[in-house]
């Protein structure tokens, strides 16, 4: 009888944490209205994953002309958990929550 | 170099001496002399370390735990409430397998507010996957913490290790110590070789989630493996040591007058020392009594006790803290490896709790108990606590 031990001493995981997409964790998935973002970021500033990431410019059209000069922001829906912390803070309250199931056929 | 340190200061040279690149410590009492001597080590220039002020003894171990996996010594110390609060990062330390040497300075557990010295914060231990050895006195202390790094950074046992001394009775009371030179020590310890290390160039996670199907078994398994490994590597360490530095450690039990005992009292700690001045007055009565003090409590020195109840008429076994179980630790796990192996009684000697002073008269009278035991031939109470206010039998 011989016992299979691994051969490492403790687990070592040799693939990065972001192979591990937890994005299909997410319950409700927060989609941002351009339209009435007024790009202040604190949807950027709060999410606790780090999903929420810069944008080029071009990426969607500014509001305002005023604001234009700014980046605008996209979420990482491959690691984005759903956790609403962004919607909750959003001072213009434009991220809204859809329920993953309703939102299924939009495009990401 | 010979020179008067307390014990404190003795674990603080012996840290230095090791050359741990990273310590993160918080104060607590009796343990905070140790981590200001460091702390003027480092600013002074004497010792080429990062010392990382924390928030928490918690954050203490996480933070030595971090800076371990980058592939570097790191050293910690605390005492009772402090090692309780590391509790859960402590467990994460042996399952990492990070070979970090932390000095306990053992202290009562509140309340009643103590800061005296009784071993219930590091029995409470004991199920951590740290190694664990208790000393006797300062040079002990220094000369623990090296040979502690050579045996937890050994690839084949890679457990962390707990060096504990007695709150006062060597925390802060001065002894002549000899400090080796660094350069032997240097060349004793040699340098730190990580079995893993964190590499941006290879990113890795270490201890990640294993699901019920997955090795979680197999890994705990090797750490069982590794403490009992540890037996070996902590005889060849000892004897290694006794060699370069010209010391007498026994590795796991220091036995006084032993062979032709009738009666031993085991115990663990600076106890000890008190007990063998007791031997050699009652030897000269005729009495035959003998010690015998446990060093390492994890790995349990299980064969050492056997053969020293072999020879015995009666095992007293003398704890300065309290389990709430069968009696106190070293008790228990004692009787339990002498089940089958040795038919003689054992009894539980409960005293010195919260720092209460352990005196070669009390001793004495625990000694002509174990020797009524032993005529007898019965325990008749397995617990006993001694020394209550109001017990006139042992003052």
Not at chain 1, 25 to 41: G, L, N, Q
Not at chain 2, 233 to 249: A, H, L, S
Not at chain 2, 324 to 331: E, K
């Amino acid at each position: 009888m011989s016992v299979l031990l691994p051969e490492d001493p403790t687990p070592i995981a040799k693939v990065p944490s972001t192979e591990n997409k937890t994005g299909g964790w997410r319950t409700f998935r927060p989609v941002i209205h351009y339209e009435k973002c007024i790009r202040c970021y604190i949807c950027w500033k709060f999410c606790p994953d780090a999903a929420i990431y810069f944008a080029s410019p071009e990426a969607h059209a500014a509001p305002k002309e005023a604001l234009s000069k700014f980046d605008t922001v996209e979420i990482n829906y491959d690691f984005c958990k759903g956790c609403g912390i962004c919607a909750n803070e959003c001072p213009a309250k434009a991220i809204e929550l859809v329920l993953e199931e309703s939102a299924e056929g939009d495009e990401e | 170099m010979k020179a008067i340190l307390t014990g404190n200061e003795a674990a603080a040279w012996g840290a230095r001496l090791s050359r741990p690149k990273v310590i993160a410590a918080y104060p607590i009492t009796p343990q905070t002399s140790i981590i200001e001597a460091i702390a003027a080590f480092i600013a002074n220039g004497e010792m080429d370390a990062r010392y990382i002020r924390v928030e928490s003894e918690h954050s203490a171990m996480a933070a030595c735990i971090a800076a371990q996996n980058t592939g570097v010594r790191t050293y910690t110390a605390t005492s009772a409430h402090g090692l309780a609060l590391m509790h859960e990062v402590l467990m994460w330390a042996s399952g990492a397998r990070l070979p970090i040497v932390m000095s306990v300075v053992n202290r009562a557990m509140a309340p009643p507010w103590s800061v005296w010295t009784d071993q219930l914060d590091t029995m409470a231990e004991r199920d951590s996957g740290w190694l664990q050895v208790y000393t006797q006195n300062n040079q002990e202390v220094l000369d623990s913490i090296i040979m502690s790094y050579k045996i937890a950074e050994k690839h084949s046992i890679l457990l962390p290790t707990m060096v504990i001394e007695d709150a006062f009775i060597l925390s802060h009371t001065s002894e002549g110590v000899d400090i080796p030179e660094q350069k032997k020590v240097d060349d004793f310890l040699g340098e730190y070789e990580p079995a893993f290390k964190l590499d941006p160039d290879e990113p890795a996670g270490f201890g990640s989630l294993i699901m019920p199907e997955g090795p979680y078994m197999e890994f705990r398994y090797k750490m069982a493996l590794a403490m009992e490994d540890a037996r070996s590597e902590i005889r060849k360490v000892v004897e290694e040591y006794n060699q370069v530095f010209g010391r007498e450690y026994a590795p796991f039990v220091e036995e006084y007058k032993t062979e032709d005992a009738d009666a031993v009292m085991v115990v663990i700690g600076t106890i000890g020392s008190t007990a063998k001045d007791v031997v050699d007055k009652m030897r000269e009565k005729g009495k035959k009594v003998g010690v015998a003090r446990v060093r390492y409590f994890r790995p349990f020195p299980t064969e050492e006790l056997r053969k020293i109840a072999k020879g015995a008429k009666v095992l007293g076994v003398v704890d300065r803290s309290y389990s709430f179980g069968p009696g106190a630790d070293l008790f228990a796990e004692t009787k339990s490896v002498l089940y089958g192996y040795a038919d003689i009684p054992v009894k539980n000697y409960v005293m010195g709790l919260g720092g209460r002073d352990i005196t070669p008269k009390i001793i004495e009278k625990v000694f002509d108990d174990m020797l009524r035991v032993a005529k007898d031939g019965v325990v008749d109470k397995e617990v006993e606590w001694v020394g209550l206010q109001g017990d006139e039998r042992w003052s």
